[in-house]
C-alpha cells in the first residue's frame, strides 16, 4: 500500500461546476455553478466516510470569475494547513474554465514538498451522471499517497502536473491532458499507479512577493498572432499603461511583422513582453534576436509567471 491512511486531508472549496445544480438531471449546460458547500460535496461520496478529513468552504464562485483576491486568500490558506504536522495533504475543489491557472498559480507561489490537490467537474451536482464525486474521491486518494508532491490535478482517473495541465474540451468529462501528452499518473479503485514521478519543479517564490494589494498587481494582458495582426491592439493596450503583454504566437511563437513591430515599441516604452504560443503542446524556442519565450507555458500561465515577475 502506497497510501498516508493515518494523515488529514483538508478540503478547500471554491465554488465551480463540482459545487452547481440545475433544474433538471438531463440538463449538464444550463446550470447555476457554485450553489453547494464543500461539506455537501463530501457527503455526497460515501466513501470519504472512513477518511480523515477537514472540510472549509474558501470561496464560492464560478472559477470564470477567479480574481486575485481570492489567489490570495487560497495561497495563504493552503501554506497555513500545509504548515500543520497532522496535515498530509490538501484537496481544492474548483471550477475546470481557470483551473489550470490556479494550479499554476499555487505551484509557482508555494512550491510545496506536501501535495496540493486541485479536482473540478464537467458536470453539476444535480447531473444523472455526475462526475464530481468519484474526481473528489481520486483527489483525496493522491493527496493521501506517499509519492505525491507539488500541485497536481486529478481530474478524469488522470493525474497531471500543474505546469502541463490544460483544458482541452469544452464538454467531455475527460476535459483535462497534459500539454506534451504526459500524464503523471492514473487512479485506479483507489490506488494511485504512477507513470512518471520525476520532476525538477522551480523553487517556490513564496507568500511574501503576492502580499500586495490584489487590485495593485501588475497589469498583464494577452494577445493573439493571427491572419491579418496588424498590431493596432498591442498599441491600443500600451495607451491604457498596462505592464506586461504575452502574445500567442502562431507555431514555435511566431508573430507578424506589425504585431512584432508594436511589441518592440511596447518593450522601449517599458512594458515586458513574452512570446508564447497559440498551439496546444510543445515550446517556444528562445531564439536570437527574438522576443523572450514563454518556454513551455502556455499564454494563460505565461501571464502568470510574468505578473509574478513583476510583483518583485
Known amino acids: 500500500m502506497s497510501s498516508k491512511q493515518q494523515q488529514l486531508v ?13 433544474e433538471s438531471a438531463d440538463d449538464n449546460v444550463g446550470y447555476t455553478a457554485a450553489q453547494l458547500g464543500v461539506e455537501q460535496l463530501v457527503a455526497a461520496v460515501p466513501a470519504l466516510a472512513s477518511r ?5 468552504q474558501l470561496a464560492q464562485l464560478d472559477s470564470k470569475d477567479m480574481d486575485f483576491a481570492t489567489w490570495q486568500l487560497l495561497a495563504r ?8 504536522p497532522e496535515v498530509g495533504g490538501v484537496v481544492i475543489t474548483h471550477g475546470t474554465d481557470t483551473l489550470e491557472e490556479t494550479a499554476y498559480f499555487l505551484q509557482r507561489v508555494l512550491a510545496p514538498v506536501k501535495p496540493v490537490v486541485i479536482t473540478a467537474a464537467m458536470r453539476p451536482a444535480t447531473s444523472l451522471v455526475p462526475d464530481g464525486p468519484q474526481n473528489l474521491l481520486d483527489a483525496v486518494c493522491v493527496a493521501n ?5 507539488g500541485v497536481l490535478v486529478a481530474f478524469g482517473g488522470s493525474v497531471f502536473d500543474a505546469e502541463q495541465v490544460r483544458k482541452v474540451h469544452s464538454y467531455r468529462v475527460d476535459a483535462f491532458a497534459a500539454a506534451d501528452g504526459a500524464r503523471l499518473g492514473l487512479v485506479e479503485e483507489g490506488e494511485v499507479r504512477w507513470l512518471l514521478r520525476t520532476r525538477l519543479p522551480r523553487e517556490a517564490i513564496g507568500l511574501a512577493r503576492i502580499e500586495r494589494d490584489a487590485e495593485q498587481w501588475p497589469r498583464v494582458q494577452i494577445v493573439m498572432n493571427h491572419v491579418g495582426a496588424d498590431g493596432s491592439i498591442v498599441h491600443a493596450l500600451v495607451a491604457q499603461g498596462l505592464d506586461g503583454i504575452v502574445v500567442a504566437g502562431t507555431g514555435n511563437g511566431t508573430v507578424s511583422t506589425g504585431m512584432e513591430a508594436a511589441l518592440r515599441e511596447a518593450q522601449s516604452r517599458g512594458v515586458r513582453v513574452l512570446r508564447s504560443t497559440r498551439c496546444d503542446a510543445g515550446p517556444v524556442m528562445d531564439l536570437p534576436g527574438a522576443l523572450p519565450s514563454a518556454g513551455s507555458l502556455s499564454p494563460v500561465k ?9 510583483l518583485v
Not at 52 to 56: F, G, K
Not at 77 to 84: E, G, M
Not at 302 to 310: K, V
Request: positive net charge; contains cysteine; hydrophobic residues 40%.
Open 145 to 149: 499517497d506517499r509519492y505525491a508532491s
Open 77 to 84: 490558506c493552503v501554506a497555513q494547513h500545509l504548515s500543520r
Open 10 to 22: 483538508v478540503i478547500l472549496g471554491t465554488g465551480g461546476t463540482i459545487a452547481g445544480r440545475a
Open 52 to 56: 480523515r478529513l477537514e472540510a472549509h
Open 302 to 310: 505565461a501571464r502568470i509567471e510574468l505578473q509574478l515577475e513583476l
